[in-house]
T-cell receptor, first 113, second 114 residues
Framework: QQQVKQSPQSLIVQKGGISIINCAYENTAFDYFPWYQQFPGKGPALLIAIRPDVSEKKEGRFTISFNKSAKQFSLHIMDSQPGDSATYFC????????????FGSGTQLTVLP | DGGITQSPKYLFRKEGQNVTLSCEQNLNHDAMYWYRQDPGQGLRLIYYSQIVNDFQKGDIAEGYSVSREKKESFPLTVTSAQKNPTAFYLCARSIQPGQGSEQYFGPGTRLTVT
């Protein structure tokens, strides 16, 4: 059962453009939603995260938009750069002591120079 | 690398052999996790540990075993019972479940079994 659905699978954007990656979740027990960036052969790096009590969080060129009623959240990368080319994963974490992460399937972003 | 050391970076084994992957952290964090990543897929949780001498199965624990004898170390053994062991294995740490929710990943170990 895929609890976090991520789209698109791949995305190609011109330099300076906006990259948008979407995720949808099913379990309303999720209470923390991070995004990770992964370069080939490396471990994922925490990029930005949001809790459901806010609708938007911005850090530099990266913004998370969160729609609790629709159970959807998205990552926006403004002024996309070739160095942003990587695989991006959304994730969701349930409340409770274990704090396990459930990951989306990933989006491979390519930013053309 | 998220305050985590994983070694080796690449590991090759013959089918039928057990192999142990190392994960060490030096930040005195309580919680540690093992994930498996297959090409084109997201990460899936194998095992996690919130305190020393205690660990819990994740979603895909079959064919794997772990130990947590020290706070800083959480080794993963891929046993011969794991049907498809070739994958990228990632270890993560978290300050303490329920408080800091952020998980930080190590550089990973790529295991190839032939």
């Amino acid at each position: 059962q895929q609890q976090v659905k991520q789209s698109p699978q791949s995305l190609i954007v011109q330099k300076g453009g906006i990259s948008i990656i979407n995720c949808a979740y099913e379990n309303t027990a999720f209470d923390y939603f991070p995004w990770y960036q992964q370069f080939p052969g490396k471990g994922p790096a925490l990029l930005i995260a949001i809790r459901p009590d806010v609708s938007e969080k911005k850090e530099g060129r990266f913004t998370i938009s969160f729609n609790k009623s629709a159970k959807q959240f998205s990552l926006h990368i403004m002024d996309s750069q070739p160095g942003d080319s990587a695989t991006y994963f959304c994730a969701a974490q349930k409340g409770g002591s274990a704090r396990q992460l459930t990951f989306g399937s990933g989006t491979q972003l390519t930013v053309l120079p | 690398d998220g305050g985590i050391t994983q070694s080796p970076k690449y590991l090759f084994r013959k089918e039928g052999q057990n192999v142990t992957l190392s994960c060490e952290q030096n930040l005195n964090h309580d919680a540690m996790y093992w994930y498996r990543q297959d090409p084109g897929q997201g990460l899936r949780l194998i095992y996690y540990s919130q305190i020393v001498n205690d660990f819990q199965k994740g979603d895909i624990a079959e064919g794997y075993s772990v130990s947590r004898e020290k706070k800083e170390s959480f080794p993963l053994t891929v046993t011969s019972a794991q049907k498809n062991p070739t994958a990228f294995y990632l270890c993560a740490r978290s300050i303490q479940p329920g408080q800091g929710s952020e998980q930080y990943f190590g550089p990973g170990t790529r295991l190839t079994v032939t």
